[in-house]
């Protein structure tokens, strides 16, 4: 399996319930490294751009008024097949499908405030870790 890079977002729910400490934590302990992070609010304009492949979605307004409303932790995280293993990590979309000890089923509370966002593809990973770091920021 090859070294691969992902994003993770700590979005506003769990930043408001002080648990971005824990998801922290609970990413290290399943062996990934931080090779960048930092905490920011996304403005509509950023969450609008991220988000852009879900604006047909009914969905879409009520994820960018989530996604803008505080803080969130944006983290660039590395590790052997880290994508595939960081979706196991997080669990399924909606935390009440999540498995056990999933970072969604311990602290999610519903299929839009599911406190974690994860890159669904290598691809994917590359480019949102781009969306908010430089390159000089991964090395
Ligand atoms: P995320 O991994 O950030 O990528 C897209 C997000 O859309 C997803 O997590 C969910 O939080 C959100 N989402 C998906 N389905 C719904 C829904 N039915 N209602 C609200 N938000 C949703």
């Known amino acids: 399996m090859a ?10 729910d769990a930043v408001e319930k002080k648990k971005q400490g824990a998801i922290l934590q609970h990413l290290l302990d399943a062996g990934f490294d931080i090779l960048a ?7 509509r304009r950023m969450a609008e751009g991220f988000y852009a ?3 047909e979605r009914p969905f879409f307004g009520e994820l960018v008024e989530f996604m803008t409303r505080g803080p ?3 983290v660039a995280l590395e590790g052997e097949d880290a994508v595939k293993r960081y ?23 519903s ?3 599911n406190a974690v966002h994860g890159s669904d593809s290598e691809d994917n990973g590359r480019q949102e870790i781009a969306y908010f770091f430089e390159a000089h920021q991964l090395l």
């Open 3 to 12: 070294i691969q890079r992902t994003l993770c977002i700590i979005k506003p």
């Open 37 to 43: 992070m930092r905490q920011l609010t996304l403005s």
């Open 53 to 55: 492949v879900h604006k």
């Open 72 to 74: 969130v932790v944006v």
């Open 87 to 109: 979706r196991e990590v997080i669990g399924a979309t909606d935390p009440a499908e999540a498995a056990p000890g999933t970072v969604r089923q311990l602290y999610g509370a």
């Open 111 to 113: 299929k839009g405030e």
